[in-house]
């Protein structure tokens, strides 16, 4: 792989920028809640096993409830945990009336069911939006728990003023947890809307038909020049460890240098589904990888605590 140079004509949106505004309002309206109620939203967070990812992002999770004012607590469990003894800390969880919300980091153990889990958690305290009764109201355009990410991206859209109505979209990837809610927000904001995945025939010929293309594959820099149209927006998801450093300098060019840097001091860097400098020729705008939809994420998850204990106070 040889060291790509470009000229940047794509603009970055700065999705940290929108995620520090979205905890400003979510900490204002904390603030209103424990004056009105005295007391703090909740949210408990259940880790399972030693993944260093999954320690990375409780961890972030944790951090943003203390910067906009709620409540955390941590069950840290071992790896050994069967999925009878975390069934068993859920219903503790779910009947617990200072527990707003429940979060369950995945993945899970292998040998633990995630869709059991996930089906065990209070629809009321399912701030993932992972629930299938989540999931069915969302299909049906009710109000519910949205998935976190594809929140985020709604938000990022909205407050850069991208339009939605009447824009081809395109979301590559089909998961619960991203591609299937992203197309749901988008067909609710009359987007036309196509979904791809992995299986999908001529993959570039259906994406550059895209004013808005949206990447959650998890496969580290496959949408380039040929997948964008001129112009599109491009929404990364991805996140991916590189370890080569040619496969940095193929992603970053000229602008490898701190990836490098990364790489000779962590042994890798965090790259995104979209190969950057080639989507800097085409795109019109695009989201970095880190920076863009990751801390939206944990920005939304605020929200929908806040969300679940005001419902849960109203409902009481």
Partial sequence: ??????????????????AAE???????????????????????????????????????????????????????LPATTTAVELLDLIDVLNKRDDVDGILVQLPLPIDVDESKIIEAIDPGKDV?????VSIGRLSTGRPTFVPCTPAGIIELLERAKIPIAGVSACVVGRSQIVGRPMAQLLLQRDATVTICHSRTRDLAAVTREADLLVVAIGRAGLIG????????????VGMNKVTEESTAR??????????????????????????????????????????????LTVAMLMRNTLKAARERKAGA
């Fill in 1 to 18: 792989m040889t060291e790509v140079k470009a000229t940047r004509r794509a603009k970055l949106l700065d999705g940290a920028a929108v």
């Fill in 225 to 236: 020049r040929e997948h964008i149209k001129p112009g599109a927006t491009v929404i990364d």
């Fill in 128 to 132: 993932d939006g992972f629930h299938p």
């Fill in 22 to 76: 979205i905890k400003r309002e979510v900490a204002r309206d904390v603030e209103q809640f424990v004056s009105l109620y005295a007391a703090e939203p909740c949210l408990a967070a259940v880790r399972v096993g030693d993944d260093p990812a999954s320690a990375i992002y409780v961890r972030n999770k944790i951090r943003a409830c203390e910067e906009v004012g709620i409540r955390s607590e941590l069950h840290a």
């Fill in 250 to 295: 193929h992603l970053f060019g000229d602008e490898a240098g701190p990836r490098l840097e990364t790489i000779s001091k962590r042994g890798y860097t965090l790259v995104g589904d979209v190969n950057p400098v080639e989507a800097d020729e085409v795109a019109g705008q695009r989201t970095p990888v880190p920076g863009g939809v990751g801390l």
